[in-house]
């Protein structure tokens, strides 16, 4: 199936810094989609990207929709203890069913106080 | 409203024993899914109902069965489990409507073991 490359896999930082992720693919998306799932718990949806150049903020959080339409990026500023959980991305791949999403396989952050 | 609930919410089964896991959604979305999530491969479908009465099989849908009872519940039912179906199943619901079409929302997940 498609590929989402999520990137880092992982992250260890210090309460109060900035985080960037972000995810790419070789193929073109038509929606960007940023969960965050805590330890137990289903994932939450953080920010929905419609369209391509598209900047968005949820609080501390900023996405953007890449140009190409072929990648994304999640920002977290002046990061807090509660941010620690796993971000995943998720794109609706264009040309593809309406009803199925293609997932990143995250991005664990840990942020030590 | 609860969202989207799933029950149990952890369960143990001997190889070749059979159970649901139900799902319900209360925000009247039209189309819901089930997920499971394994360490190092992320969420992967296995069916999805796109309406009440239709059903479609996902990337993974081998060795499970579902029925979409109505609007609001969607179950998935494993007829003979094996120790490879042990995994965190996730429900999820997405109204599709022109202005949100693929938000989908989560239920809070069932862990189940297959021993």
């Known amino acids: 199936g498609q590929q989402l490359n999520q990137s880092p896999q992982s992250m260890f930082i210090q309460e109060g810094e900035d985080v960037s992720m972000n995810c790419t693919s070789s193929?073109?998306?038509?929606?960007w989609l940023w969960y965050k799932q805590d330890p137990g718990e289903g994932p939450v949806l953080l920010i929905a990207?419609?369209?391509?150049?598209e900047l968005t903020s949820n609080g501390r959080l900023t996405a953007q929709f890449g140009i190409t339409r072929k990648d994304s990026f999640l920002n977290i500023s002046a990061s807090i203890p509660s941010d620690v959980g796993i971000y995943f991305c998720?794109?609706?791949?264009?040309?593809?069913?309406?009803?199925?999403?293609?997932f990143g396989k995250g991005t664990l952050l840990t942020v030590n106080p | 409203n609860a969202g989207v609930t799933q029950t149990p919410k952890f369960q143990v089964l001997k190889t070749g024993q059979s159970m649901t896991l139900q799902c319900a959604q209360d925000?009247?979305?039209?189309?819901m899914y089930w997920y499971r999530q394994d360490p190092g491969m992320g969420l992967r479908l296995i069916y999805y109902s796109a309406s009440e009465g239709t059903t479609d099989k996902g990337e993974v849908p081998n060795g499970y069965n579902v029925s979409r009872l109505n609007k609001r519940e969607f179950s998935l039912r494993l007829e003979s489990a094996a120790p490879s179906q042990t995994s965190v199943y996730f429900c999820?619901?997405?109204?599709?409507?022109?202005?949100?079409?693929?938000?989908?929302?989560f239920g809070p997940g069932t862990r189940l073991t297959v021993t």
């Open positions: 998720a794109g609706q791949l264009s040309g593809g069913s309406n009803y199925k999403l293609t």
């Open positions: 999820a619901s997405s109204y599709d409507r022109v202005e949100q079409p693929y938000e989908q929302y």
């Open positions: 990207l419609y369209k391509a150049g």
């Open positions: 193929s073109i998306f038509n929606t």
């Open positions: 925000m009247n979305h039209n189309s």
